[in-house]
């Protein structure tokens, strides 16, 4: 089968997406399929199986990803094309400009690479926009995953807005509109939990026949306890990006705030380095943990293992999610799981059996969470042993692929079928 994937943007270190593409295009290519990705810049990390296709873009953002290419490596007259300087001044307000302008260049690669490559199937990675609209039209299947609805990040972001212009940014800045259209004229829709299938089917108002669910996997070769390495005593680790508000960094920080005169502890954000972050860094000025955090900046898959392997406690503070990789990765590396409720975690940490659950959006639930824990070692060595047990049994790469293969098959069928003359 020959399967053309779609990553608007994304690498192994800028959320989940990356890892979602890295992963399951390998374990594709791995089960003899022949796998290509059209990408745009931040560009993803592939196997060396998988044939990358990427596309420049001239968005507000790509200058940051890559400054040298923007500004010195291509013709700077350029950036004044009517396109392109549309490009760049929208992207900067609107999350849809850059979800449109990379589906419209991508269809155009797709018609292009078709005059070589015959495609079985189109594989969309959650950009949801017009030009992978236009690419069902144009006779291929489209099948297109979901890790979870953007109105839900909206929701949560109004909630925490502070002021009506950022409620008004957050608004502007969402693609849930588009993404609602072309998500119900896709052949197949794939999420990644029941939590995330139940979002969409109400957000998107996809028809459930429309849905299949294939969890993600983890890699259980890298994400793995490592011998050797001591756990550094009252050690908390938060993996994700703060400035997500559907994150929960805040209700953290909140809950720290209430511990730090009775707890002795220190809390570690892989996050994106201090100096690009505005919500964090605040709060953790405001509650005077400066000395008691740090901020690690992107790190590598190995130092990542590591500093799952020191950490005494990893804590999930989000509002929801549509899997939860970091409460995945962090159990199969052997390390206990305090997370919330929120969307899909409970498919991912049973409580009190593999991990620790708590509401979501409740800071005094987390520092009660944080107080059981860090003063309970037998504890957190019982939920650490079950947590790695069962992300080994359950999440699988390989097993996901084969799972959506069925699903691509089922597409493939379906578009025969309509393609059919009525008797």
Known sequence: MKICFLMYQGNMYSGGQGVYTYYLTRELARLGHEVHVIAG?????????????YLPSHSYWSYFYDRQEFLFRRNPLSHFHPVNFYEFVSTRIALSSLLLNFSVRAYLKLRELSREHRFDVVHDNQTLSYGIWLMRRSGFPVVATVHHPL?????????????????????LWSPWVMQQVVARRLDRVIVVSHASARSVERAFRVLPESLRVVHNGIDTE???????????????????????????????????????????????????????????????????????LAFTGRVCREELVELYNRATLVVCPSLYEGFGLPAAEAMACGTPVLATTGGALP???????????????????LAEGIRLLLGAPELRERLARAGCQA??????????????VAVYEEAMAARRSSARPAS
């Open 41 to 53: 810049p931040p560009e993803p990390e592939l196997a060396e199986e998988v044939i990358p296709h």
């Open 151 to 171: 109105t839900i990040d909206l929701e949560n972001a109004l909630r925490q807005a502070s002021s009506p212009y950022e409620k008004a940014r957050r608004i």
């Open 222 to 292: 890298i994400f793995r306890p490592l011998d050797g390495l001591e756990r550094r005593p009252n050690e908390i680790l938060y993996v994700g990006n703060s400035e997500d508000r559907n994150k929960g960094a805040r209700y953290l920080l909140e809950a720290l705030d209430m511990l730090k005169e009775e707890l002795d502890f220190h809390v570690t954000f892989v996050d994106n380095v201090r100096s690009r972050l505005k919500l964090a860094p605040r709060l953790v000025r405001d509650f005077g943990l400066s000395s008691r």
């Open 347 to 365: 498919e991912v940490v049973e409580h009190g059996r593999t991990g620790w659950l708590v509401p979501p959006a409740d800071s005094q639930a």
């Open 391 to 404: 992300v080994r049994e359950r999440f699988g790469w390989r097993r996901a692929a084969q799972e959506v």
